[in-house]
């Protein structure tokens, strides 16, 4: 089946950082999502991508969608406190389906 | 707008108990799913329903039934739990297939 590799699996920053993480695969998603998780709580999605080379921001976040449909990467500028969870990445094919990889462990020292 | 709710959110069981996991979306939309989610395994679909009246088992289907109620809700149940059934089911809904999906609360399972 398909399969996401997402790095690095976790990141200890000092707030004020900037951030970045990634997703990689061997198949071609028609989708690209990123979810952020905070302990106890369900995934939250952050930002879809749904065109090969689309880059997009939600605030201080930015993603883009990798032009050969493999790969998308996730940055965080200037990072605070509440920023600390796990982010997800998902890739959506042409089945009804999301792929995720196994998440990132942000931990933000103040 | 509620989104997705789960009940409950707690839950143990002896082993060979059964239960439901109930999930409800108020959203308008057509996909529904449920997950486990065990550390270190990431999320991991359990089954799905495209739309009202179908479903289709997921990744890790065994040990599970699932019931596409009507529009909005879709159950899981579990016949006989065991051990390894201990995790955090999440519910999700999304309005087209294979678009974003939103997340439940989650349910946390622990089977004794």
């Known amino acids: 089946g398909q399969q996401l590799n997402q790095s690095p699996q976790s990141m200890f920053i000092q707030e004020g950082e900037d951030v970045s993480m990634n997703c990689t695969s061997s198949?071609?998603?028609?989708?690209w999502l990123w979810y952020k998780q905070d302990p106890g709580e369900g995934p939250v999605l952050l930002i879809a991508?749904?065109?090969?080379?689309e880059l997009t921001s939600n605030g201080r976040l930015t993603a883009q969608f990798g032009i050969t449909r493999k790969d998308s990467f996730l940055n965080i500028s200037a990072s605070i406190p509440s920023d600390v969870g796990i982010y997800f990445c998902?890739?959506?094919?042409?089945?009804?389906?999301?792929?995720f990889g196994k998440g990132t462990l942000l931990t933000v020292n103040p | 707008n509620a989104g997705v709710t789960q009940t409950p959110k707690f839950q143990v069981l002896k082993t060979g108990q059964s239960m439901t996991l109930q999930c409800a979306q108020d959203?308008?939309?057509?996909?529904m799913y449920w997950y486990r989610q065990d550390p270190g395994m990431g999320l991991r679909l359990i089954y799905y329903?495209?739309?009202?009246?179908?479903?289709d088992k997921g990744e890790v289907p065994n040990g599970y039934n699932v019931s596409r109620l009507n529009k909005r809700e879709f159950s899981l149940r579990l016949e006989s739990a065991a051990p390894s059934q201990t995790s955090v089911y999440f519910c999700?809904?999304?309005?087209?297939?294979?678009?974003?999906?939103?997340f439940g609360p989650g349910t946390r399972l622990t089977v004794l």
């Open positions: 999700a809904s999304s309005p087209v297939s294979g678009s974003e999906q939103f």
């Open positions: 198949s071609i998603f028609n989708t």
């Open positions: 991508l749904y065109k090969a080379g």
């Open positions: 998902a890739g959506g094919g042409s089945n009804y389906k999301l792929t």
């Open positions: 959203m308008n939309h057509n996909s």
């Open positions: 329903s495209a739309s009202e009246g179908t479903t």
